[in-house]
């Protein structure tokens, strides 16, 4: 069949396109517009083409654009009729379009605007702390969403950071997910909680304590936050809308709990025994303490093989005989009295940090062993309970060939100018024991305080 082109009036239509067998000035094909809505931010177009006598192939389409818009092609599903649905579109914004039907060449038939409908705006209601524990804190908020967005794919959550001044930086971006599966968003250094899918009207999610809680010296870090509700499919076109904030508030975590203004840490022992983060001398968890010798309450530098408190020596030869006034099982030592822990007033830990503070017995260095793990860092053991919290432990620097000393109260009942100690060697792949571990009463050792779990239940 051959093709005929017939003039078409401007006013009626662009295109200059006559089919062959027609006589009458017909319209190439019509549109219509119907459906604009702000949930998708779409618009459907109908097209309706007189093409009976058009032979070959061809396409149904559109040309769309707006004031400081790409100029976009879409095309219809359907051949003679159908409807184009355009989607991700800017809310409150007029578009321009003119169809057209693809062939051999491109005819263009009527132009035409649409505009589409504001966006409503989410309701951020009230926000509230629920819980506030050492391990996190649930917040709570209300959020509308608007009826307009149920067929809008919507990401509800909280956005927080430990800097407000973050909230600011809203040009900076990142998202990564699909439409349907959104699982990473966040503005500047915020970061988020995000609740793909939501449609309902209140959003609960944990902030959590900072996980090296014990390297900030026990202080809980102060979360500011801010709930949200994200819009991915405006997101390149209408950033502003695309992400919606409540106000800022904050919480702050509680740091470790303490006693006597020393701070501890639960690592999940059976025996529910606390240990202090810090040694005795030490300020943060991070530094060494000051050296004990077994007995002595009062930090010395002066390590002795012959004499300690409540103890001391004498030669006979070669030998040196010690004579002990205290903490002795031994008769030739002296008097025996028997006692084998260390009492209040000769614990280091009691004396420096207050009752109930008192230094670790030798079965409690032992269940530390056999129940934590031991990692070595070069200058200190990480020990981390069956919980996940952690202390520090630390060798003798100055002294690489022999291991580090940390007291216990036990004394070594079986040669009484020795006590317990915990081990810890210097090169950190040897065993770390207290099995076996005793050293002269005057040598100098570590002090970790520790503290049972039913004394602070009392």
Known sequence: MKRVLIPIPILAWVALVFLASSCTKTPLFESSVTNV???????????NANVENWDGDYKLGIELWAENHNRDTYYSSSHSSGVIRLSALSPATTY???????????YYGESGTFKTKSLDKVSFGATSVESCTLDNAIIRSSITIPASYSETDVVAGLLYTENPEDFNLRYDYTY???LDDIYWFSIGECHSITLPHFQGSVIEVSLNNRSDIVDHNGDGVTYYYRPFVFLPGILDSNWEDALQMGETQSVTLPGLPEINGYRYVDLGLESG????????????????????????????TNSSSVTAPFLSSYQVGVNWVPHIYKYNFQSDYGNCDNVSKLEEKDDAATVNYGAPWRMPTKNEFEELISSCTFS??????????????????FRNPEAEDTAAIY??????????????????????KAEVTVKGQYQFRGYLGHVRPVISRDQIQQ
């Open 176 to 178: 990564r997910g699909e």
């Open 407 to 428: 007291w216990s109260s036990s004394l070594f009942t079986s040669r009484s100018e020795y006590a317990w100690r915990l081990s810890l060697p210097y090169w950190g």
């Open 273 to 300: 025994l606390l240990w202090a983060i810090c040694d005795v001398g030490a300020t943060t968890p991070l530094e060494q303490g000051d050296k004990f010798q077994w007995a002595g309450t009062t930090p010395t």
């Open 96 to 106: 321009n379009y003119k169809v057209f039907i693809e062939a051999d060449n491109v």
């Open 376 to 393: 070595w860092l070069g200058e200190r053991y990480k020990v981390t309970g069956p919980n996940g919290h952690y202390i520090y432990l």
């Open 37 to 47: 809505s702000a949930s998708y931010f779409s618009a459907e177009i109908h097209l």
